[in-house]
T-cell receptor, first 114, second 114 residues
Framework: AQSVTQLDSQVPVFEEAPVELRCNYS??????LFWYVQYPNQGLQLLLK??????LVESINGFEAEFNKSQTSFHLRKPSVHISDTAEYFC????????????FGSGTRLLVRP | DAGVIQSPRHEVTEMGQEVTLRCKPI?????LFWYRQTMMRGLELLIYFNNNVPIDDSGMPEDRFSAKMPNASFSTLKIQPSEPRDSAVYFCASSLDRGGSPLHFGNGTRLTVT
């Protein structure tokens, strides 16, 4: 079975500072990896995903994540955050084979302060 | 595309009453998922369908919960009888039948059982 661990429940950071949200996964088979973002009173939205190819993937709003197979990690980074990045971020994993069952981590609340 | 549509947005009911949550997935999506989100347990997958057929309902808490998908454009999640511990935000999501396809979430139904 797959599992996802997000070690930090909340990450406070000042505006324009860099941030890293950590994600580690466990799986006996190859997986796809995702980051989703949830703004207040909304559903989750896909931020970025790793399916194959380059281990560094980027989103349109400046976030990036790097797949590290040896460390089973998929940490999310942004070099300079904005107030509008304040949200909850979820790391998720699903098997590459026929299962479409997405397993989510517990989430990390990013709080950007002015 | 209107995205995944859930109704109602908020539901307040008394313990023992029947509750029905509704979901309209994105047209053309073959998979439909029901998730529950609480502070204590995070995001839990309750059940998912492929081409209107339930594939995995191992996450359904107990027999009080049931889900149906009578056609490709509609699904319901029913709780009967409801209990205060069922209070949560319930999300519906849909995706294409393609490995690595992201989930598209609705805005959720906030259920409060008093």
């Amino acid at each position: 079975a797959q599992s996802v661990t997000q070690l930090d429940s909340q990450v406070p950071v000042f505006e324009e500072a860099p941030v890293e949200l950590r994600c580690n996964y466990s799986s006996s088979v190859s997986v796809y990896l995702f980051w989703y973002v949830q703004y207040p009173n909304q559903g989750l939205q896909l931020l970025l995903k790793y399916l194959s190819g380059s281990t560094l993937v980027e989103s349109i709003n400046g976030f990036e994540a790097e797949f590290n197979k040896s460390q089973t990690s998929f940490h999310l980074r942004k070099p300079s955050v904005h107030i509008s990045d304040t949200a909850e971020y979820f790391c998720a994993v699903t098997r590459m084979d026929s299962s479409y069952k997405l397993i989510f981590g517990s989430g990390t609340r990013l709080l950007v302060r002015p | 595309d209107a995205g995944v549509i859930q109704s109602p947005r908020h539901e307040v009911t008394e313990m023992g009453q029947e509750v029905t949550l509704r979901c309209k997935p994105i047209s053309g999506h073959d998979y439909l998922f029901w998730y529950r989100q609480t502070m204590m347990r995070g995001l839990e997958l309750l059940i998912y369908f492929n081409n209107n057929v339930p594939i995995d309902d191992s996450g359904m808490p107990e027999d009080r919960f049931s889900a149906k998908m009578p056609n490709a454009s509609f699904s319901t999640l029913k709780i009967q009888p409801s209990e205060p511990r069922d209070s949560a935000v319930y999300f519906c999501a849909s995706s294409l039948d393609r490995g690595g396809s992201p989930l598209h979430f609705g805005n959720g139904t906030r259920l409060t059982v008093t």
